[in-house]
């Protein structure tokens, strides 16, 4: 089988090598000034956190209780009591000990 017209009977160009590492090398400059414009136009972001007063205080105060000496035997009584069933919550004592907390956060005159 032969195979006619190929290339339309035009010879094949001459490739120049040299020229085509020219433009090789000539593209590969170009990307790299490229890049390397890009990575100094863009300067580098920095983050930072600020944390408002409330927060502040709230970590001291979580700190200052992890500080804070714990009577390990009380605690063991107490979950015993719990497991077992024998612990009982006062829901009137609860309440009032729960609105006399929130008068002194807010600064509420009870």
Do not use: W
């Not at 600020?50 to 105060?61: D, E, P």
């Not at 907390?101 to 509420?108: S, W, Y």
């Amino acid at each position: 089988m032969a195979i006619n017209n190929v290339n339309n009977g035009t010879p094949k160009p001459h490739v120049d090598n040299q020229k085509l590492n020219q433009q090789q090398t000539q593209n590969q400059a170009t990307a790299q000034q490229a890049a390397q414009k890009a990575a100094t136009t863009t300067a580098p972001r920095q983050d930072s956190v600020s944390l408002t007063q409330s927060a502040q205080q709230l970590a001291q105060v979580q700190k200052k209780s992890s500080d804070a000496p714990v009577n390990q035997e009380k605690v063991d009584k107490l979950k015993k009591a719990i497991q077992n069933g024998e612990y009982r919550v006062n829901p009137e004592v609860l309440a009032k000990k729960i609105s006399r907390l929130e008068a002194e956060i807010f600064g509420i005159k009870s």
